[in-house]
């Protein structure tokens, strides 16, 4: 079996970054909207904004969303596993726990897209460099976050495992949703296809169950909070999402629940003057220590270096 080349270059590692700060952005934002509107409703205005800039976009181009039943299947098995299941659950898990313990739950996702992508791909093997790479990065986000992983009680139980079954999800569609580079799919066409159909899905459902204009209004500050969720947490996001999973693969694309952590605490010192601790520059080191292994960078390097001690040796003992 032939295994490709999934090392990431410069620019991959950009847009992981900048995917990070994105979907950091997004824990917040949900704990701000969370507070006057329901699961469904937040999740469905995400999607539906999202939905409305993409397909906008896609018109300013001078482009067309495709018609083929096939490819329209796909964006919605692609909107049940990235969108409608996990942004569900997640929504609904933040409503009882920290966004600081829902984003370390979330970053369970590699383990899960290490173990799915070995079964259901051949390109992506499970190597004992990417499994040590996962437990190190791991690690640094349990570290860096400290106690607040304990900080739960058996009333958090069912929420905990709601984030999880999320992270689950999204491990699942980081695979799925490789089937876009096959189908010719470009990018925006794809993030716009997979947040459109779950748009169409979720709204009459938010709208029929939550009926959330009987409550009382919600404020600017929850209305910003679904705006910046919906513009830029998803619809941005998504674009950088489908380019990163056609050139890094399902399992390095994942990375990026490492990072999203480490984004919420940058941003914390940036927007609201949080102050970073020690404890947090450890956990980032270890974070970078493990997106690195599972690169394959120090792997590689390594062998390298064995090899050439060994040649020497070898040329040496000839002389």
């Known amino acids: 079996m032939k295994t490709i080349d999934r090392t990431m270059g410069p620019m991959e590692w950009a847009l992981l970054l900048s995917l990070s700060m994105l979907w950091g952005g997004s824990f917040f934002f949900v704990g701000v909207a969370v507070e006057d509107l329901g699961p469904l409703t937040i999740v469905a205005l995400r999607v539906g904004l999202a939905a409305v800039a993409l397909n906008a976009w896609i018109l300013l181009r001078g482009q067309r969303m495709p018609l083929d039943p096939g490819l329209w299947a796909a964006f919605f098995g692609m909107g049940l596993l990235n969108n409608m299941i996990p942004f569900s659950l ?8 920290a966004s600081g313990l829902a984003s370390i739950l979330n970053a369970t996702t590699p383990f899960f897209t290490l173990i799915v992508a070995h079964v259901l791909t051949r390109d992506e093997p499970l190597t004992p460099g990417r499994l040590l790479g996962v437990a190190i990065g791991f690690a640094g986000v349990v570290y860096m976050l400290g106690s607040e992983v304990h900080a739960g009680t058996a009333s958090h139980s069912w929420a905990q495992l709601a984030v999880l079954a999320g992270a689950l999800s999204y491990a699942f569609a980081g695979v799925f949703g490789r089937r876009f580079r096959r189908l010719g799919c470009s990018p925006l066409v794809a993030a716009s296809g997979q947040v459109t159909a779950s748009a169409l899905v979720l709204m009459p459902l938010a709208l029929g169950v939550e009926r959330f204009w009987q409550a009382p209004w919600p404020g600017p500050a929850t209305w910003s909070a ?8 998803t619809a941005l996001a998504y674009l950088i999402y489908f380019r990163l999973l056609a050139s890094a693969g399902a399992t390095n694309l994942l990375l990026v629940t490492f990072l999203i952590p480490a984004s919420a605490i940058l941003l914390g010192i940036v927007v609201l003057g949080e102050r970073l601790e020690w404890r947090h520059l450890a956990g980032m080191g270890l974070i970078g220590l493990g997106l690195v292994s599972i690169d394959g960078r120090p792997w590689k390097w390594l062998r390298s270096v064995a090899y050439a001690c060994w040649k020497a040796r070898r040329e040496g003992a000839r002389r």
């Open 226 to 233: 679904v705006v910046g969720l919906a513009l830029f947490s």
């Open 90 to 97: 997640i929504a609904w898990g933040q409503g009882h726990i």
